[in-house]
T-cell receptor
Framework: QKEVEQNSGPLSVPEGAIASLNCTYS??????FFWYRQYSGKSPELIMF????GDKEDGRFTAQLNKASQYVSLLIRDSQPSDSATYLC???????????FGAGTRLFVKA | EAGVAQSPRYKIIEKRQSVAFWCNPI?????LYWYQQILGQGPKLLIQ????????DSQLPKDRFSAERLKGVDSTLKIQPAKLEDSAVYLC??????????????FGSGTRLTVV
């Protein structure tokens, strides 16, 4: 059973700090990795995706991949209260047909 | 571009009743997914369509759930009869896939189902 594991949190950081979110995955052959943000009562929204060929930065968000250790991280710089949400990690399996979601990490950014 | 449309937004039914959800994906997105998200959990794939063919329905409880995607566009997910444990948010998503490239999902607003 392929799995994606995340710490459920909550992770609490002060406004302006760096929030670091991690997930581990079991399928060693996975090559596509996604981070979704889900506000309470809303549907998930894609914020970042990376392939196995490298990290990616987009504004305040950076996604990093460590293939050897099979984990993906999301860094949020200059965290804002509006970043408070659940962050879902998703991994595309080796065959490339199925995406498996983690249970999400709840992030609170304190003003 | 218009997003993924879903209806209804909310539904409350009694156990053993039937219910149907509708989804219209983003134009041009050949792949359509139905996910079930139980409170506090990540989305779980129920069924995946590529155009109007089923790619993966391994986690669909086929004794009570059914789905179709006619003409490769709109899709309907049905539950009959519903059980209490079916209470969840049902999310429809579509994606653009080019070759081996996958660009993530766009989710609809979801249907919150409560079975009483």
């Amino acid at each position: 059973q392929k799995e994606v594991e995340q710490n459920s949190g909550p992770l609490s950081v002060p406004e302006g700090a760096i929030a670091s979110l991690n997930c581990t995955y079991s399928d060693r052959g996975s090559q596509s990795f996604f981070w979704y943000r889900q506000y309470s009562g809303k549907s998930p929204e894609l914020i970042m995706f990376i392939y196995s060929n490298g990290d990616k930065e987009d504004g305040r968000f950076t996604a990093q991949l460590n293939k050897a250790s099979q984990y993906v991280s999301l860094l949020i710089r200059d965290s804002q209260p509006s970043d408070s949400a659940t962050y879902l990690c998703a991994v595309r399996d080796t065959g490339g047909f199925k995406t498996i979601f983690g249970a999400g990490t709840r992030l609170f950014v304190k003003a | 571009e218009a997003g993924v449309a879903q209806s209804p937004r909310y539904k409350i039914i009694e156990k053993r009743q039937s219910v149907a959800f509708w989804c219209n994906p983003i134009s041009g997105h050949a792949t359509l997914y139905w996910y079930q998200q139980i409170l506090g959990q990540g989305p779980k794939l129920l069924i995946q369509f590529q155009n109007n063919g089923v790619v993966d329905d391994s986690q669909l409880p086929k004794d009570r759930f059914s789905a179709e995607r006619l003409k490769g566009v709109d899709s309907t997910l049905k539950i009959q009869p519903a059980k209490l444990e079916d209470s969840a948010v049902y999310l429809c998503a579509s994606s653009l896939v080019r070759g081996i490239g996958h660009y993530g999902y766009t989710f609809g607003s979801g249907t919150r189902l409560t079975v009483v």
